[in-house]
C-alpha cells in the first residue's frame, strides 16, 4: 500500500543540523511533490516545505528560509528536509505528506501521511 | 501569506449531533480549501478536498462546502470515532500553504 515512512529525527542542541528523511513505497514517487508540516508540542499544523516532483521547485515557510532546504531523491523514493542552525522553536512532529491534485482543476492536497519523527532542540 | 481562522476553537457535543466547523481565509481562495481529522498520536487523514469533495474513504456524514473566503465542515451525525481535532488548509497559494489553527471536537 502507500505509505510514506519518516526518519532522522532526535535530540539535538540549538545552533546545530539534523536530516529528516522520508521514504516512499507504494506508488510512483516521481510524479508527486511531496511536504514536510510540523507540529509543535500541543499546537497546530504548520506547513514547513513543498518540492516540486522533479524537483524545480521548492518553497518554504518564512520561519525556516535561509536554514532548512527541501531536496529529494526520485532514484531512491526519498525525499529529505536538511535542518541546519535549530532553534528551539524548531521542536516538533515533522510529518512528510504526499501533494497531489486534481487532473484539470488542480486542486492540490495532502493525502498520504508519514508517522512522523520527532525534533527536539534543547541545551 | 494567507491566513486561515477557524471557529470555534473547541466545542463540545454528543453522539449524533450535527457539527458545523467554519474556517474563513483572509482573502479569497476560490475552492482551494482542505480539510484534514487529526487524532491524539496520529498523523492528519485527509477528509475534504477542493472545498467539497469527499477524499475515498470518509465516510458520507462529512461534507464541506464553501468558496471565497468562507467555508464549513458538517459532520450530520457525530459517531464516537468523530472525537478529534479537525484543520482546514488552503492550497490557493502554492509556495505558502497556511492551515487554520483547528477545531478540537470533544464529547459533552
Known amino acids: 500500500q502507500e505509505q510514506l515512512v519518516e526518519s532522522g529525527g532526535g535530540v539535538v542542541q540549538p545552533g546545530r543540523s539534523l536530516r529528516l528523511s522520508c521514504a516512499a513505497s507504494g506508488f510512483n514517487f516521481m510524479t508527486y511533490g511531496m511536504n514536510w508540516v510540523r507540529q509543535a508540542p500541543g499546537k497546530g499544523l504548520e506547513w514547513v516545505a513543498v518540492i516540486w516532483h522533479d524537483g524545480s521547485n521548492k518553497y518554504y515557510v518564512d520561519s525556516v528560509k535561509g536554514r532548512f532546504t527541501v531536496s529529494r531523491d526520485n532514484s531512491e523514493k526519498t525525499v529529505y528536509l536538511q535542518m541546519n542552525n535549530l532553534r528551539a522553536d524548531d521542536t516538533a512532529i515533522y510529518y512528510c505528506?504526499?501533494?497531489?491534485?486534481?487532473?484539470?482543476?488542480?486542486?492540490?492536497?495532502?493525502?498520504?501521511w508519514g508517522k512522523g519523527t520527532t525534533v527536539t532542540v534543547s541545551s | 501569506d494567507i491566513q486561515m481562522t477557524q471557529s470555534p476553537s473547541s466545542l463540545s457535543a454528543s453522539v449524533g449531533d450535527r457539527v458545523t466547523i467554519t474556517c474563513r481565509a483572509s482573502?479569497?481562495?476560490?475552492?482551494?480549501l482542505n480539510w484534514y481529522q487529526q487524532k491524539p498520536g496520529k498523523a492528519p487523514n485527509l477528509l475534504i478536498y477542493?472545498?467539497?469533495t469527499l477524499q475515498s474513504g470518509v465516510p458520507s456524514r462529512f461534507s464541506g462546502s464553501g468558496s471565497g473566503t468562507d467555508f464549513t465542515l458538517t459532520i450530520s451525525s457525530l459517531q464516537p470515532e468523530d472525537f478529534a481535532t479537525y484543520y482546514c488548509?488552503?492550497?490557493?497559494?502554492?509556495?505558502?500553504?497556511?492551515f487554520g489553527g483547528g477545531t478540537k471536537v470533544e464529547i459533552k
Open positions: 482573502q479569497s481562495i476560490s475552492s482551494y
Open positions: 488548509q488552503q492550497s490557493y497559494s502554492t509556495s505558502a500553504l497556511t
Open positions: 477542493a472545498a467539497s
Open positions: 505528506a504526499r501533494y497531489r491534485r486534481t487532473p484539470i482543476t488542480r486542486y492540490y492536497y495532502m493525502d498520504v
